[in-house]
């Protein structure tokens, strides 16, 4: 049995992916939730069973999934801790929360960190996972699995998930404030909020479809750029305004801050 310690959105989208692949049935689903109203919500939309009580979840379920604010891990893991025996795969998708952390309050050695993004509540999801060298391949293709039903999932060294964090994890928000730039921009020139809004959206969708067929992006930005054009006059704003090391800046920032949550051992 899959458990949940934390009904929030990335555990629904996991919940959603995992019921839409047939990857467990109703019953191999249970998910630990304070708010009676999130449960009851949880348990009429994907037909799963829900509790308010953690301790349950851990002593039940073969794999743990802990859904939880980092902020919040240390009492989880202090109340869950008496019923995570060896055999139990206990998987964290909390920022800068790392193994050497969860090993060192928790009596199993299977333990996984991933670092999903938003874009899994729609099964477009990426997902970066580090665990350590003591998993059956049983064990963790089980794992992979369950982070596969919401998108894509690679397996990277856990000394760069912090980095992970910064851009995939937190790169949604980045492009989101991105795309609402475009969309105020384009209403000061004059165009209607539902068709800016329109523009920006399948502008960036379409873009990115495009660079997924392996296209580069600076080959992308060539084709679209004519000498002299549109393109090149408003691509001149951005390199005298530094926009690439802008970005560099906030994705230091936002991978600092993981680090900083995750000092916590």
């Not at 008496?82 to 795969?89: A, P, S």
């Not at 333990?111 to 999801?125: K, Q, S, Y």
């Given at each position: 049995?899959?458990?949940?310690?934390?009904?929030?959105?990335?555990?629904?989208?996991?919940?959603?992916?995992?019921?839409?692949?047939?990857?467990?049935?109703?019953?191999?689903?249970?998910?630990?939730?304070?708010?009676?109203?999130?449960?009851?919500?949880?348990?009429?939309?994907?037909?799963?069973?829900?509790?308010?009580?953690?301790?349950?979840?851990?002593?039940?379920?073969?794999?743990?999934?802990?859904?939880?604010?980092?902020?919040?891990?240390?009492?989880?893991?202090?109340?869950?801790?008496?019923?995570?025996?060896?055999?139990?795969?206990?998987?964290?998708?909390?920022?800068?929360?790392?193994?050497?952390y969860l090993e060192s309050r928790l009596?199993?050695?299977?333990?996984?960190?991933?670092?999903?993004?938003?874009?899994?509540?729609?099964?477009?999801?990426?997902?970066v996972m580090s665990l350590c060298e003591?998993?059956?391949?049983?064990?963790?293709?089980?794992?992979?699995?369950?982070?596969?039903?919401?998108?894509?999932?690679?397996?990277?060294?856990?000394?760069?998930?912090?980095?992970?964090?910064?851009?995939?994890?937190?790169?949604?928000?980045?492009?989101?404030?991105?795309?609402?730039?475009?969309?105020?921009?384009?209403?000061?020139?004059?165009?209607?909020?539902?068709?800016?809004?329109?523009?920006?959206?399948?502008?960036?969708?379409?873009?990115?479809?495009?660079?997924?067929?392996?296209?580069?992006?600076?080959?992308?930005?060539?084709?679209?750029?004519?000498?002299?054009?549109?393109?090149?006059?408003?691509?001149?704003?951005?390199?005298?305004?530094?926009?690439?090391?802008?970005?560099?800046?906030?994705?230091?920032?936002?991978?600092?801050?993981?680090?900083?949550?995750?000092?916590?051992?």
């Open positions: 049995m899959i458990g949940f310690v934390g009904g929030g959105n990335m555990a629904e989208a996991l919940i959603k992916g995992a019921v839409s692949s047939r990857q467990s049935v109703a019953g191999g689903l249970l998910v630990s939730e304070p708010r009676e109203d999130r449960r009851a919500y949880l348990e009429q939309t994907y037909g799963i069973k829900t509790t308010s009580d953690n301790k349950k979840v851990a002593g039940s379920c073969n794999i743990i999934i802990l859904a939880v604010k980092p902020q919040n891990m240390a009492a989880v893991l202090a109340e869950i801790a008496g019923e995570v025996t060896d055999e139990k795969t206990v998987v964290s998708i909390a920022a800068g929360i790392t193994l050497s009596k199993t050695k299977k333990l996984v960190r991933v670092m999903p993004n938003t874009p899994a509540l729609i099964l477009e999801g990426m997902s003591c998993f059956s391949d049983a064990d963790i293709a089980a794992v992979r699995e369950i982070f596969m039903s919401v998108g894509r999932v690679i397996i990277m060294p856990e000394k760069h998930m912090n980095a992970v964090t910064a851009l995939s994890g937190s790169g949604p928000g980045f492009i989101a404030l991105f795309a609402e730039g475009l969309i105020e921009a384009g209403m000061e020139l004059g165009l209607a909020k539902p068709h800016a809004e329109e523009l920006a959206v399948q502008t960036m969708l379409g873009t990115a479809r495009l660079l997924d067929t392996g296209m580069s992006p600076q080959k992308l930005r060539e084709m679209v750029t004519s000498p002299g054009g549109t393109t090149a006059a408003g691509l001149n704003v951005f390199e005298e305004k530094k926009l690439k090391p802008i970005v560099l800046d906030a994705l230091i920032a936002a991978r600092d801050r993981a680090e900083e949550l995750g000092k916590k051992e």
